[in-house]
């Protein structure tokens, strides 16, 4: 891949400004990008995740499924797994762009980017997590930024791919989601031929300098725990038999993470929907438990997650399916980029480091649109 030569890639800006359904991605240590591409304007969209048995293609799911916010799946009517042939097919298209926003002023605080506003709901999670309800709880916020003239998701798509190699990172549009942007560190499903893994990830700090050693406090090392029994429980409510490996020190971008990574065997993996269903929200997003983890939130959070800690990635149970959670990703408008964050609280969680680490992982794709 060649490093520093973004504007090339503002080709792909132009499948956005047709409103043509697309996903083009790059999965972790991989060298080649992917694109799915869907040639009709017809929208595929589900309200339930087993209705995603025996589909394929790209699918783009959100944390909250509801009428306006559904699943929705990219027909694989192009699939191109190299740059060349990616860049050839859409130049053959001869697309128009549309005139791009008016300049637009760099970068401006919201309301709902503020400390205060993330202080009151912090509160209501603490008194939820103290009367027992939930064991944990994820509390996430956005910041909205002002998009600026000269942003171009397609080269900030190939600044992420240069930046963070190890994760997967990916830009998708369809007229109902919208845009979006991400590179996530976290596997959601991924498989072949009867060989499956998912990761339970959860627990974060910064990055050490390299003669410092990484030590884990409690908190982080439980956060990560219930990820890990959670999993392994859904696993086994599928009657999936899951071996997994000691919880690991990961790097994604400045940040550090735990992760136990879980392999399986998959008899049938024409029905991932109705795993997917057992796995998705975890507790990586959600909280435990599941269900009032999820009641919760959504009473209590104050805004809508959209798509942010759904999951998406391409689909396809006859051969390869890679299905990462949409973590450090934002949402692209046509004069705002909306940017989200979250992290899970416990009882022993601290206000003001639980704010600083969402300030940590904004920082992620914040460093992807700076200077573009
Ligand atoms: C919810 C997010 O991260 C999850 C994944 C890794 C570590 C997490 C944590 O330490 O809280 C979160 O569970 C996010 O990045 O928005």
Known sequence: MEFNKHSEYHIFDSLIDNNIHFALFRLPY???INLILQKSEDSYSFNQLDQLNSKKGFVIAPYNISGSCPILLISPDVVLNSKDAIFDYISSLNLQSRP????????????SNSFNRYQK????????????????????RTFDIERGEHFSPGASFHKACVKYPNNFVYLCHTPVSGTWLGCSPEKLISGKDGKWQTDALAGTQKVKSADEPVIWDNKNKLEQQIVADYMQQQLQKAGIQATNKE???????????????????????????????????????????????????????????????????????G????????????QVTG???????????????????EWKETENKLQTILSIIENL
Do not use: W
């Open 319 to 330: 051969d390869q399916t890679d299905l990462y959670v949409n973590l450090r990703c934002m």
């Open 121 to 140: 709901v912090y509160e209501a999670f603490q008194e939820e997590l103290e009367s027992g309800t939930s064991s944990k709880l994820v509390l996430s």
């Open 30 to 32: 991989a060298d080649n």
């Open 100 to 111: 791009k926003v008016a300049g637009l002023s760099p970068i401006v605080q919201h309301d």
């Open 335 to 353: 004069n705002t980029l909306r940017l989200y964050a979250g992290g899970g609280i416990l009882p022993s969680s601290d206000l003001f480091s």
């Open 247 to 317: 919880a690991e020190t990961i790097q994604a971008g400045d940040l550090l993470h735990l992760r136990s990574e879980f392999s399986f065997e998959l008899d049938k993996p024409e029905n991932l929907g109705d795993i997917l269903q057992l796995l998705h929200p975890s507790p990586a997003v959600n909280g435990f438990p599941k269900d009032e983890a999820f009641r919760f939130i959504l009473d209590n959070e104050g805004y809508p997650r959209s798509y942010y800690s759904g999951f998406l990635g391409l689909l396809d149970p």
